[in-house]
Structures are given as structure tokens and as C-alpha cells.
């Protein structure tokens, strides 16, 4: 069973544009909301991250924006570069008596033409 | 700061093989896990451990095990190697005070080809 759905699973923008990866989640007991980006070749890296009282956060070109309500939250590049290409996960956190399951969405690849 | 550093980098097994993939951390954190990682699956969680001594499963443990007796080192034991387990493993720590911000730190995977 799939925690969290996450879509597209690639997508392809042309710079200057605006790229947009869109997750839903079932469980409402998560406590937090990262994304996470990973270049070809490296590991995933957090990006920026949100929690569920928050319905928007912005760190340079990169803005979160939460819909609890609808359990759907969603990652928006500003401005997109190349070298923001990479593959994209949404993940979902529950912490829990000094456990933290992770779920991460399948992931997006993103592709930003010149 | 070398953070987490996951060896071998590349391996090719046979089917039936055993060997060990090797994650050490330098951050003093607490906690580690284990992912693989596959085309349209995602990142999925092997085994996971809160501390030394202290291990359980994620969602996908069959075919692993892991033992932590240090702090630093949480190794993954394949033990017959199947082709089913071709993936990219990645190792990735955190500490309690991450938890509140969901970072995890990861190391720059092993790729494993079974034949």
C-alpha cells in the first residue's frame, strides 16, 4: 500500500519555468513533510521540508505548498534551471516514542531544457 | 566531515552469493536504516536501527539482515543473493534532533547487480 502518492513520475520544463511535483498522503497522523532531491550518481539530500499546521513554505526558488484538508501537499520550482535536473521524492514522517517511519513517494524526475 | 560513506560503491554477485554492504557515519548519530532503491518504487526501507544493539525491519526486510554493535557502523548482510535484489542500496543516518526537522543523511549508495 502506497502511504504516499506522488506524480509525475517525470516531468520536463523549460528553463525559466515553473516545474510542480504534487504528493498525496492517507495518513493524518504524519508529523512532518521533507522533500528530498537526488542528482544522478549521490544520494538524496533534503531540499525543504513543512510541517502540517503550515500551509506554505518558501526557501529561495523552491516553495512548498500544503493543503491538509485535502492531504495533498506539493513542491514548486521558481525560476527553473538546469541545473535543477534531478529526481525529486516527497516523504512523509511519523515520529513516534523514539521511532520515525519515513515513506517516501516514488520519486520525479525532473528534466529542465535550456 | 566524511558523513555516511557506504562501500563498495559497484558489485556483481551470483545467484546465491553472500556478502556484506558496509555503512559507517561520523556524525555520532543514532539512528540508521537502510534503503533500496528502485525504478518507479521509490526509496524503501530495509531495516532500520535506533542504536546500538537495537535493530528491527522495514518494510521490505526479507533477504537482509543487520547487526549494530557500534554507534558508527551498521552494516547489510545479503545472504543468498537473488536477482530480485538488483538495486541501488543507499545508508542513511539522522539524530533524534533531526527528527523534528525529517532529515535524514544519506551516503552515495552501492549498486548491486545479481545475475
Known amino acids: 500500500q502506497q502511504q504516499v502518492k506522488q506524480s509525475p513520475q517525470s516531468l520536463i520544463v523549460q528553463k525559466g519555468g515553473i516545474s510542480i511535483i504534487n504528493c498525496a498522503y492517507e495518513n493524518t497522523a504524519f508529523d512532518y513533510f521533507p522533500w528530498y532531491q537526488q542528482f544522478p550518481g549521490k544520494g538524496p539530500a533534503l531540499l525543504i521540508a513543512i510541517r502540517p499546521d503550515v500551509s506554505e513554505k518558501k526557501e529561495g526558488r523552491f516553495t512548498i505548498s500544503f493543503n491538509k484538508s485535502a492531504k495533498q501537499f506539493s513542491l514548486h520550482i521558481m525560476d527553473s534551471q538546469p541545473g535543477d535536473s534531478a529526481t525529486y521524492f516527497c516523504?512523509?514522517?511519523?515520529?513516534?516514542?523514539?521511532?520515525?517511519?519515513?515513506?517516501f513517494g516514488i520519486g520525479t524526475k525532473l528534466q529542465v531544457i535550456p | 566531515n566524511a558523513g555516511v560513506t557506504q562501500t563498495p560503491k559497484f558489485q556483481v554477485l551470483k545467484t546465491g552469493q553472500s556478502m556484506t554492504l558496509q555503512c559507517a557515519q561520523d556524525m555520532n548519530h543514532e539512528y540508521m536504516s537502510w534503503y533500496r532503491q528502485d525504478p518507479g518504487m521509490g526509496l524503501r526501507l530495509i531495516h532500520y536501527s535506533v542504536g546500538a544493539g537495537i535493530t528491527d525491519q522495514g518494510e521490505v526486510p526479507n533477504g537482509y539482515n543487520v547487526s549494530r554493535s557500534t554507534t558508527e557502523d551498521f552494516p547489510l548482510r545479503l545472504l543468498s543473493a537473488a536477482p530480485s535484489q538488483t538495486s541501488v542500496y543507499f545508508c542513511a543516518s539522522s539524530s533524534w534532533t533531526d527528527f523534528d526537522t525529517g532529515e535524514l543523511f544519506f551516503g552515495e549508495g552501492s549498486r548491486l547487480t545479481v545475475l
Open positions: 516523504a512523509a514522517i511519523l515520529n513516534s516514542g523514539g521511532y520515525q517511519k519515513v515513506t
